[in-house]
């Protein structure tokens, strides 16, 4: 049920996830991970921290974006996007630490990228609808 309440919600949820998992990187993984790890991780951590300023902007907006369809599809392909790209970045980024082999994950990265791009592209479309 996409609505302005609902994407203030998942982006506020979205930034105190990324703000805990950004000071998680920086204080107890940098030690842990490669370099190649840490970058990826904090790439995961900055889509998942824009992402959550823009459900934010749209959840305060005074307009009821949520009585557009479009809208509504287009917002549901972004925020699944930027969960399966920057949780599948996180699991493959600290499944190393534990010499665990989760490969298998690495596809639903560019799944998660090319949602976000499909869904944001939906979303203009929606705004040039109108």
Same mark, same amino acid.
């Given at each position: 049920?996409?609505?302005?309440?609902?994407?203030? /919600?998942?982006?506020?949820?979205?930034?105190? &996830?990324?703000?805990?998992?950004?000071? =998680?990187?920086?204080?107890?993984?940098?030690? *842990?991970?490669?370099?190649?790890?840490?970058?990826?991780?904090?790439?995961?951590?900055?889509?998942? =921290? !824009?992402? $959550?300023?823009?459900? @934010? #902007?749209?959840?305060? #907006?005074?307009?009821? !974006?949520?009585?557009?369809?479009?809208?509504?599809?287009? &917002? &549901? *392909?972004?925020?699944?996007?930027?969960?399966?790209? #920057?949780?599948?970045?996180?699991? !493959? $980024? @600290? $499944?190393?630490? /534990?010499? @665990?082999?989760?490969?298998?994950?690495?596809?639903?990265?560019?799944?998660?990228?090319?949602? *976000?791009?499909?869904?944001?592209?939906?979303?203009?479309? $929606?705004?040039?609808?109108?």
């Amino acid at each position: 049920m996409i609505n302005n309440k609902f994407l203030l /919600y998942v982006g506020l949820a979205l930034l105190i &996830t990324g703000i805990i998992l950004g000071a =998680l990187g920086a204080h107890a993984l940098k030690t *842990m991970l490669n370099e190649q790890q840490f970058d990826s991780f904090k790439t995961g951590v900055f889509y998942q =921290l !824009l992402h $959550s300023a823009i459900f @934010i #902007s749209f959840g305060l #907006s005074s307009q009821s !974006l949520h009585q557009n369809k479009t809208f509504k599809a287009g &917002t &549901t *392909m972004a925020i699944t996007g930027v969960l399966l790209f #920057s949780v599948s970045i996180y699991v !493959l $980024s @600290i $499944s190393a630490v /534990y010499d @665990i082999s989760l490969r298998w994950l690495g596809p639903v990265t560019p799944l998660g990228g090319l949602l *976000m791009i499909a869904g944001w592209s939906v979303v203009f479309a $929606s705004f040039l609808k109108k």
